[in-house]
């Protein structure tokens, strides 16, 4: 499987933006799609999952600002940010597991995204 993040860019403070991630392969509806970003000087973090039946789970951080879906036809998952605030800048990556019992360990994931950098300016 290999993913393909997009979408990322420069935005104002309490604009909007949509990443998507675009994977190849036939079996993404058999994958937990995960969303992660590392702010410059921080480690990778937990922003967003969906679970294959469509359960979702959030970082506190995002709760109410970001949305995570996906679209299993189209082997994309999405997530789209509303409100962002300069913390929110970072370079955003998406993720595939299979056997993901905790959504927000990296090492849960399979397969990685290059990732894709969001700026807010404040």
């Known amino acids: 499987v290999q993913l393909q993040a997009s979408g990322g860019g420069l935005v104002q403070a309490g604009g909007s933006l949509r990443v998507s991630c675009a994977a190849s392969?036939?079996?993404?509806?058999?994958?937990?799609v995960g969303w992660f970003r590392r702010a410059p000087g921080k480690e990778r973090e937990f922003v967003a999952s969906?679970?294959?039946?469509?359960?979702?789970t959030y970082a506190d951080s995002v709760k109410g600002r970001f949305t995570i879906s996906r679209d299993n036809a189209g082997n994309t998952g999405y997530l789209w940010m509303t409100n962002l605030k300069a913390e929110d800048t970072a370079v955003y990556y998406c993720?595939?597991?299979?056997?993901?019992?905790?959504?927000?360990?990296?090492?849960?994931?399979?397969?990685w995204g290059q990732g894709t950098l969001v700026t807010v300016s404040s």
């Open positions: 993720a595939l597991g299979i056997y993901v019992y905790d959504v927000a360990r990296v090492d849960n994931y399979n397969h």
């Open positions: 392969g036939r079996t993404f509806r058999d994958y937990v």
């Open positions: 969906i679970r294959t039946r469509g359960t979702t």
